[in-house]
């Protein structure tokens, strides 16, 4: 038998090799079914193969994919291109046409293959009269463009409409793809032509995944701050009281610019970047409270605190109207602060730094959990982050920056939490929760919460519907928002009315 | 279409592109009594895709999908004594194997074709897909089908319509060794013509 892998999509020629040693088989002894040696971590990468599969995966596959980078290696993929065509370097011409030196319909379904990791170039485009000199002016505006790329998916869209049949003017982007007929060929290509904009799956192109939700994929995994980054990023630069968003303990913004849709005003969050001290709460929080007075000096504020910054968004809050200054609105998105009153009777107890570390990796895990249930996450996504939180060496730097925020930032949390236990001796739930209540409930701004059904409430902080806001004596005005996940809601719409009523 | 126009040169090699629809049984007959020696084997590589979510999929797209690998296999098979072929091979799915999004329909029948269960075998898990054909290859020794993955150059006869339909099959008489050439460029050659076979 020969040992040829395929992967989860592959061209005829390489099925053919797959063909023809079953048959030389069958003439040994009879087959039932012949399965090609398929690359199945690759097959899991785009299709997510269920549990009684996973026994195929290599030992490595919990590893992370690490999106392919455009390497500036011309001339790494010139030899291949070389060594495919059979030609030596001194005998190519770059500006002459690549069936000079023999291309055919097969010899341009592995180039094709070669280039795809750098440049989109069809089998058929490589039979016409196409130049290394061309091919190789496409993989240079890759290169250049990285970072643009990410943030600018215009080219991804044109692949899009290429592979979906329609003009620009029939693509609505909220209607769901296989609305265009997008089928599973379809979306296996289309995944494989968006690869170098955005990690989408087939199966999530499969689902009822619009271009707008591809957009926000995307958008989710550009969040890592430049060194020189200020910790104020304006997400949407609208007129009036600016919403002021803190992050969660991966301090990242990523997932804030899915709002740039549906929200109407100004819009800002706040990153941690390197600048940002994460000595304790009230330090990380006076930094911030500067400078966003530096870019809105007075009052009134309106902040919402995503995650585990629900405590931050309720610091600020009273450090602003101890000053002096009116908060007009603070938004707890998904989370409230007294959830850790949920957990308390272990939280809190006292801990050595190891017993410390081993409790932040512990809720680090919760955020995996809720990666998984929420319906805009991929898997692809949930494996990087578990990575990162197991600090595997393929981890990509987005994740490790994330996990490497909520390793300093949880711990400051833990210490300020600690600080509403009774000092008396009677360290009872009831006590903490008292403490906490009085403490959230001296802050003057309107409260709301916003609930995600596929959230937090799911989690291992899960087990009050409400995520304890009635347990609070000041009223909190709670939203319950069905279809979306922890991460998923900022693409909601009704996210953005709840911010900017 | 170059590989296509080099076979058809050789003169040991007899290259007939035929266009019929596979699930009719006249249309096969008149086919099949057409060819001047006797069938050596056959790659069954007819699919539909006519993709939706599960609960969008109705009676309609499960025929048709039923159509392109049960139907074929069934009208062939009441034509063409299997057991006297050299080979018969189908083409099957990862599809059939690990369950894709939105394929519900061709996974049900490809794992028909499959057809894990050898003959007089039971398996609760494909109890349906047994009593439609108990064994639909697994019974003969001179059959097998092939779990392919998405296969995206040659091979379908795309379209953007609702329902993409593309039944090729490829009938052998001598060389296996360009077999697939003429598999593959036949396809181009049908699909550039704007017909299936």
Not at chain 1, 253 to 267: K, N
């Amino acid at each position: 038998m020969t040992h040829h892998v395929l992967t989860n999509s592959t061209f005829f020629s390489a099925l053919w090799v797959s063909l023809a040693d079953g048959l030389m088989k069958l003439d040994e002894c009879p087959l039932n079914q012949y399965i090609p040696d398929l690359d199945w971590n690759s097959v899991d990468q785009h299709f997510n193969l269920s549990a009684s599969c996973r026994h195929l995966l290599s030992p490595n596959s919990n590893c992370p994919v690490i999106s392919k980078s455009h390497p500036h290696q011309g001339e790494g993929i010139l030899s291949r291109v070389l060594e495919l065509l059979e030609v030596s370097s001194s005998d190519f011409d770059v500006t002459q046409p690549l069936t000079v030196y023999g291309l055919d319909s097969i010899s341009a379904a592995k180039l094709a293959a070669i280039l795809r990791p750098y440049a989109s170039f069809s089998q058929l485009q490589l039979l016409g009269a196409v130049t290394w000199s061309e091919i190789e002016s496409q993989l240079q505006y890759l290169s250049q463009t990285d970072t643009l790329e990410a943030t600018q998916p215009s080219r991804g869209k044109t692949n899009l409409l290429d592979v979906l049949g329609i003009s620009q003017e029939d693509l609505s982007p909220d209607i769901p793809l296989s609305s265009y007929g997008l089928d599973s060929v379809g979306a296996s290509i289309l995944s494989s032509t968006l690869r170098p904009f955005m990690d989408v799956t087939s199966q999530q192109l499969m689902g009822e995944k619009s271009w707008a939700d591809l957009l926000q994929i995307t958008k989710l995994s550009r969040t890592l701050p430049e060194p020189d980054a200020q910790p104020l990023v304006e997400i949407c630069g609208g007129s009036g009281i600016p919403v002021i968003i803190l992050p969660g303990g991966n301090g990242v913004v990523g997932v804030f610019f899915g709002l740039q849709e549906h929200f109407h005003g100004a819009l800002w969050a706040i990153q941690v970047t390197d600048s940002t001290p994460l000595e304790s709460m009230e330090t990380l929080v006076t930094f911030w409270k500067q400078h966003i007075c530096e870019k809105w000096p007075h009052g009134p504020y309106r902040f919402a605190g995503y995650s585990s910054a629900s405590v931050l968004g309720v610091v600020l809050t009273k450090m602003m109207e101890d000053a002096g200054e009116e908060v007009a609105q603070l938004t707890f998105l998904d989370h409230f602060p007294m959830l850790w009153a949920h957990l308390e009777s272990d939280l809190l107890r006292e801990r050595t730094a190891a017993e410390i570390l081993d409790l932040v990796d512990q809720l680090g895990y919760s955020i995996l959990e809720m990666l998984r249930s929420d319906p805009t996450i991929g898997p692809k996504i949930v494996a990087n982050h578990q990575a990162a939180l197991l600090d595997l060496p393929d981890a990509s730097p987005h994740n490790r920056i994330m996990v490497k925020n909520w390793r300093a930032f949880t711990p400051l949390l833990w210490n300020f939490l600690r600080q509403f236990r009774p000092t008396n001796g009677e360290k009872s739930d009831n006590n903490f929760m008292e403490m906490l209540d009085a403490w959230i409930s001296s802050v003057k701004a309107p409260l709301v919460l916003v609930v995600a059904e596929y959230g937090v409430v799911n989690g291992t902080l899960g087990g009050w519907p409400d995520l304890g806001a009635s347990r609070i004596s000041k009223p909190v005005k709670v939203h319950y928002l069905s279809g979306v996940g922890h991460f998923g809601i900022f693409g909601d719409e009704r996210v953005a009315r709840i911010l900017a009523p | 279409m170059a590989k296509v126009t080099y076979l058809r040169s050789q003169d040991d090699l007899d290259l007939r592109l035929d266009k019929c629809d596979a699930t009719n049984i006249n249309q096969m007959d008149v086919l099949l009594h057409s060819l001047a020696a006797p069938i050596a084997g056959c790659f069954h590589l007819a699919m539909v895709l006519s993709d939706a979510l599960f609960f969008n999929q109705t009676a309609d797209t499960f025929r048709r999908v039923y159509d392109s690998k049960l139907r074929v296999f069934e009208v062939f098979s009441t034509q063409v004594q299997i057991e006297s072929l050299d080979f018969f091979v189908a083409l099957s799915s990862i599809s059939g194997l690990i369950g894709l999004p939105g394929q519900s329909n061709y996974a049900r029948f490809v794992i028909f074709v499959i057809s894990l269960l050898p003959k007089g075998a039971t398996n609760i898990a494909f109890t349906s897909a047994c009593t439609a054909l108990d064994g639909v290859l697994a019974r003969y020794p001179n059959a097998f089908s092939l779990i392919a993955p998405g296969i995206l150059d040659a091979g379908y006869i795309v379209s953007t319509c609702n329902y993409p339909c593309t039944i090729p099959l490829s009938i052998v008489f001598q060389d296996r060794t360009n077999s697939a050439h003429i598999v593959k460029d036949g396809l181009s050659m049908i699909s550039a013509e704007g017909t299936s076979t």
